[in-house]
């Protein structure tokens, strides 16, 4: 068996090869709503239906503590193989309504991919986690951006490649996962059915604030990673080039460079945190990413570079808390029911980006693009707060005790 670094490159080699499912229609959404003459109704929940089979696919794993009955590489690998299928079977899709079911299924089957491989990391990492789920989450934050790149670099690639390109990137993760990623030792491999497992986890006031804290980061996080595109377009339309016209390359090429400045600031955040404090780089982390919701409507109209500089800021930034949350919340479970408290906290997040990636375009629709992301700054700004429990005087420094007598 290789060591925990080498097991952990692995994984985040697999988990961003099976990330690349999230936001390949999104990246592809412009020759879609061609294509099928959507709407803006039937584009809208496009986007979102693989929020909603997210969530759905979480709940359901967090009520039969799926990721802690089965185990979690294997789950992982089923979840890239059945997402890797769905998205495929886009590019036979013949109505909006097919599209949109196959979207919530992929949705569905990548909630055993994300929790999952959180906790096969967490597995093999303990005075290390921060660090160690922060390489995790970056390889996702460049998983998910990479359909964006591919958008970017082409507009010859037909939006059906690129799904089918998607599909086949996810089932060498499954097959990675499962050929070069083993169990590490600070988790329990597999646990009993246990029904009382949610309620056993969140009992522990720590393991409540870092979840508030998650979800103060998912009100903004998905909804910028949604939108950005889109309001770089309408941003860099108003800016002054002459005759020269904006095209959605240009947005996402923007978009991709959100995102993957995102993988920047997990890894970066991910080596601070264990020597700082997770819960004060998370907090840090949340008012920089609410200043630039704030900063936004300034910039609106302004050149390419400076729209550019505060994709940049703003990217690695709203996605630096994400792993030390989840750190967070693993630290202060039960060690047989990691992977239960994970999908709950992800289930919690996912159902609020619903409402987010939803009130964005609406407030854009009402009023313009330019203060549109306006909505989001409370988010980060709550979550902040709610982790002041976690970093300040009196603050929890251990797991919860049952944590060390299970598994």
């Known amino acids: 068996m290789t060591g925990p670094k080498t097991q952990l490159a692995w994984l985040s080699l697999a988990m961003f090869l099976g990330m690349t499912l ?44 799926l990721p802690d009955v089965i185990n979690a590489r294997r789950l992982f690998a089923a979840g890239c193989v059945g997402g890797a299928v769905a998205n495929a079977a886009l590019a036979g899709a013949g109505s909006p309504a097919a599209l949109i079911a196959l979207r919530v299924t992929t949705g569905f089957a990548l909630a055993w991919v994300y929790p999952p491989g959180m906790k096969v990391a967490a597995g093999w990492f303990d005075k290390q986690r921060g660090a160690a789920l922060g390489m995790v989450i970056g390889a996702l934050t460049i998983g998910s951006a990479f359909p964006h790149l591919m958008a970017a670099a082409s507009t010859r690639i037909p939006w059906r490649t690129l799904m089918l390109s998607a599909s086949a990137l996810a089932v060498i993760g499954g097959l990675i996962v499962v050929a070069k990623v083993g169990d590490g030792p600070y988790v329990a491999k597999s646990a009993r059915f246990d029904p ?10 720590p393991a409540r604030l870092a979840t508030l804290g998650y979800l103060g980061h998912m009100w903004e996080l998905y909804a910028v990673w ?41 890894a970066a955040a991910g080596l601070f945190a264990d020597r ?28 390419l570079f400076v729209l550019a500089t ?27 029911h990691v992977g239960t408290a994970l999908t709950v906290q992800t289930c919690c997040g996912f159902l609020l980006t619903m409402a987010s990636i939803r009130l964005v375009p609406a ?9 549109a992301f306006l909505c989001l700054v409370p988010g980060p700004l709550l979550g902040a707060l709610a982790l002041r429990g976690l970093s300040g005087p009196g603050a929890p420094l251990a797991r919860m005790p049952e944590a060390r007598r299970s598994g």
Not at 232 to 243: Q, Y
Not at 313 to 320: E, L, N, P
């Open 276 to 303: 700082v404090g997770k819960a004060r780089v998370a907090a840090a982390a949340m008012l920089v990413s609410g200043a630039c919701a704030a900063l936004a409507g300034v910039v609106f109209g302004a050149p």
């Open 196 to 205: 009382r497992a949610i309620t056993r986890v969140f009992s522990h006031r």
């Open 226 to 266: 949604t939108w950005i595109a889109a309001f770089a377009t309408a941003s860099l339309a108003t800016a002054d080039f002459g005759a020269a016209p904006v095209s959605s390359q240009t947005g996402s090429a923007i978009a991709f460079l959100t995102i993957a400045s995102g993988a920047v600031g997990s």
């Open 310 to 336: 505060l994709a940049v800021v703003w990217g690695v930034a709203v996605v630096a808390d994400s792993a030390q949350l989840s750190a967070l919340v693993a630290e202060h479970s039960p060690r047989d």
């Open 22 to 65: 999230w936001f390949s229609a999104t990246a592809a959404t412009a020759a879609i709503v061609a294509e099928f003459h959507l709407t803006s109704g039937d584009a809208a929940w496009l986007t979102m239906a693989v929020q909603g089979g997210f969530v759905a696919g979480t709940l359901v794993s967090a009520l039969l503590n």
């Open 363 to 371: 407030i854009a629709l009402a009023s313009g693009w330019r203060w």
